[in-house]
């Protein structure tokens, strides 16, 4: 481990050879030290910016680093180790590190893409029984799970040509399948689950749309981005804002993520008895303990983000991204807690 600053650098040798070196840079109001990662090892180059906050004690949830790749200039920086500076690299490496979610490498690394609709941005995911339905922006696709068969099913959809599918909730009880275009849920159209088009009763969609009110009433911020919930709880992404559990019980939210741009919103959500999982517009994969809010979080890689989630009876996890990827739950989360899910917008 090799840190720089300014003109001073030290070096520090923890099992595997991992380097890193600490730069200044030119004053900015909000930025502090960063940390460029090399790529020994194995280890992706990766840059973090480090914020103010990193020099004081941090909210729980608040980042102060935020991970993107080093440029060339940078993994041309030379390494020199001078000794004096050990302590203050370590302290802020520590700080750092102890504020920031845990990073554990990319999500596509534990993903395999899928060889159906490769060059299409998928916008949402869902299972139904033994089908998976895959929305392309305006288009709708079926396959069953497990195999690699595609069935374009737009022509069964009540919508216009350019309407964009940006939903797909089940309704297991009822056996229905429900269908948002434009992210208006207002508008969603029933159909069967073998996609036939049929008059349902609204109380599947008005209770979405009470929880939807009940979250939004005493939330943190104006606009929810993506939710999951159960019985005991939601899991809440807001636009241009963080990411949060909601307890049933008492009604309160507790911060958990809060990203560093406001612009690496929460795009899809998904729940499982233990674990939350929330897609990011630019922040990666987060996968959330429940009972202790703590976070672990999947890069993006090339700035490949995860539009939409779902997942099966298996311990499948769908990954919506530019492709369809498809991984295990387990790969995700520590051994022995995969356990189903229940998806979410």
Known sequence: MVGRIGGGSVELHLGRLREFHLEDRPPEPSLCPRLVFHPAAGMPPLRTT????????TEHGERCC??????DRE??????RSKETLAISLLVCACCFGAAPANRGFWSDHARPLPILTNE?????ARVENTLYIAAGEKLFITKLGGTGLTDVTAKLLKQPADQVTRILVDEARQNTWIVTNDNLRLAECYSFSLQAKHCESTFIENELTMYERLS???????IAAMAYDDRGAIVGFFKDGVYLYS???????LVFKPQSAYKWATGALLTPAFGFVATRGDGLLVIDRATGSVSRFLDKHGQYIRTLAVDDGGNLYIGAFGLYKASLKDFMPAGTVQNGKVGG
């Open 248 to 254: 049933m019980s008492d009604g309160k939210y507790r």
């Open 121 to 125: 941005t998928i916008t949402a995911l």
């Open 50 to 57: 480090t914020l103010p906050s990193c020099w004081r004690a």
């Open 217 to 223: 009433s005493n939330a943190p911020a104006p606009s």
């Open 75 to 80: 993994m041309s920086l030379p390494f020199t």
């Open 66 to 71: 935020d991970f993107t790749y080093a440029s």
